[in-house]
């Protein structure tokens, strides 16, 4: 079992910034792929990022690529996504999720956070 902790969510203006981490309990997190989704209001929650289990792989969704940046650390059992040049089209309730096989949709992930609200203002 994992549990997710999202944290760093809030109000930005465009083109600002923002830095969500998620924090996972136990001691299996360096054997998880982990990745980001977000649900827009009134949409369907979509993949953002992902990660594997060393780091040394990564993936975005075109609309984030080159602004967003996933990253992990397995001695701190975090994974986080930095965000730049926000738009208010980024604005969603972001989840963490972690997965036992890499994947890139989110009925791929075994495990979810609560979700953070990232709002971005024109």
């Known amino acids: 079992q994992v549990q997710l902790v999202e944290s760093g969510g809030g109000l930005v203006q465009a083109g600002g910034s923002l830095r969500l981490s998620c924090a996972a309990s136990g001691r299996t997190f360096s054997s998880y792929t982990m990745g980001w989704f977000r649900r827009a209001p009134g949409k369907e929650r979509k993949f953002v990022a992902a990660?594997?289990?060393?780091?040394?792989?990564?993936y975005y969704t075109d609309s984030v690529k080159g602004r967003f940046t996933i990253s992990r650390d397995n001695a701190k059992n975090t994974v986080s996504l930095q965000m730049n040049s926000l738009k208010p089209e980024d604005t969603a309730v972001y989840y963490c999720a972690g997965s036992s096989r890499w994947s890139i949709v989110s009925n791929g992930y075994d495990y979810w956070g609560q979700g953070t609200q990232v709002t971005v203002s024109s």
């Open positions: 990660i594997s289990t060393s780091g040394a792989t990564t």
